[in-house]
């Protein structure tokens, strides 16, 4: 029997020296709120999408509200979104006021399936919001089709590419979060990305509620205080890194993983896919309800925390029928740790947990 070591967490931010450093130097700095570093991480994160601004505020959710409200969305709007994400684009939309028009995924990329989005277009649609879920690009050639305004949501995927295109540099605005477990961390944050400079003033307007000209209805305090952009700012230089890393251990969980009857991530003619999680679907489990919870337990038991990718589809808090394929992913898909701290040990771990349950 081997002991058991500490549990390999499902995600885990890569927080070093320089991280440390760049939070210290602005509390010796005795500027702590929104500033200067603020300010660099916005133009850093902007200069990286290849766009002309961007403007950071609190959380990714945050950035998505006012990304709404910045075109002017509101009662009796509707905006498209999948069903298969986390809860905060739905909420940015009903916290706006807008009407919520959720569309089925396609299963082998778990993203917005454009064709589904085309049935759920009606005149009252002025935007949608397109995740790029799990690190891989969402089919923005096909959306852009739909003629409706792309809201990006790039909390999951920075870096893919889509078409030879930087996913990010597409949509009308941009949405970034930088929570603890994201592509790039901050602890908490989120920003707001467009080459339309008269959008990212809007959203300037937005996020701050003292010194303008005149009161603006709907400003309120979103900003981001310089010790988050501080490691925000050091993580982004070491960005190309992570996504290198994360790709490494994909492929090497993709060696593992073939031809053992699961379904590994999939990256479309013409994607790059930046493995922001590495979700793997299992045979179809609808026979016996809790199959997922229960392998997520064996995983457990071997030390390695695996997590359903996605809590809850959006249709069912919604009360909705319709979603066979979100339904479908949230029966099967399972997400494996994969993240840039994962030492060379734990991903050996993990990949003996894997072979142990499937070979
Ligand atoms: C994390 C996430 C958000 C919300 O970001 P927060 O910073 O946690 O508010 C929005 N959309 C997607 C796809 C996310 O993964």
């Not at 549990?7 to 602005?26: G, L, W």
């Amino acid at each position: 029997m081997i002991a058991r070591t500490m549990m390999i967490p499902h995600s885990r931010p890569a927080i070093e020296t320089a991280d440390i450093r760049a939070v210290t130097e602005v509390l010796q700095s005795r500027r702590i709120a929104q500033g200067g570093v603020v300010e660099r991480f916005e133009h850093g994160m902007a200069a990286y999408f290849g766009l002309p601004g961007g403007v950071a505020v609190t959380s990714g959710t945050a950035a998505l509200e006012v990304a709404l409200r910045a075109l002017s969305i509101g009662s009796g709007d509707e905006v498209l979104l999948p069903s298969y994400v986390c809860a905060a684009p739905l909420l940015a939309i009903q916290r706006v006021g807008a009407i919520p028009r959720l569309v089925d995924i396609d299963l082998g990329s778990f993203n917005i399936d454009p064709s589904a989005a085309r049935q759920a277009l009606t005149p009252k649609a002025k935007a949608i919001i397109v995740p790029h879920l799990f690190g891989l690009s969402a089919d923005l050639t096909e959306l852009e089709a739909l003629g409706v305004p792309i809201i990006e949501d790039c909390a999951q995927t920075l870096g893919a590419t889509e078409q030879g295109r930087r996913v990010g540099s597409i949509g009308i605005l941009t949405v970034c979060s930088f929570y603890a477990t994201k592509l790039l961390c901050a602890g908490e944050g989120g920003m707001v990305l467009s080459r339309d400079e008269s959008l990212l003033e809007r959203v300037r307007r937005l996020r701050e509620y003292d010194e303008t000209p005149s009161l603006h209805p709907g400003s309120t305090n979103l900003k981001m205080t310089d010790l988050h952009a501080a490691i925000g700012l050091a993580q982004l230089e070491r960005l190309d890194s992570f996504l290198k890393r994360r790709r490494w251990l994909a492929e090497e969980y993709r060696a593992t993983l073939s031809g053992v009857g699961l379904v590994v991530p999939t990256v479309p003619t013409g994607h790059t896919h930046t493995y922001y999680r590495f979700v793997i679907r299992l045979p179809d489990l609808a026979s016996t309800a809790d199959g997922l919870h229960d392998i997520i337990g064996r995983f457990e038991a071997r030390g390695v925390q695996c997590r359903k990718p996605v809590f809850r589809s959006l249709h069912r808090y919604l009360k909705l029928d319709g979603f066979p394929f979100a339904e479908e992913a949230e029966r099967t898909a399972l997400s494996i740790p994969l993240f840039p701290a994962l030492t060379d040990e734990d991903a050996a771990q993990i990949l003996q947990a894997l072979r142990s349950e499937w070979s």
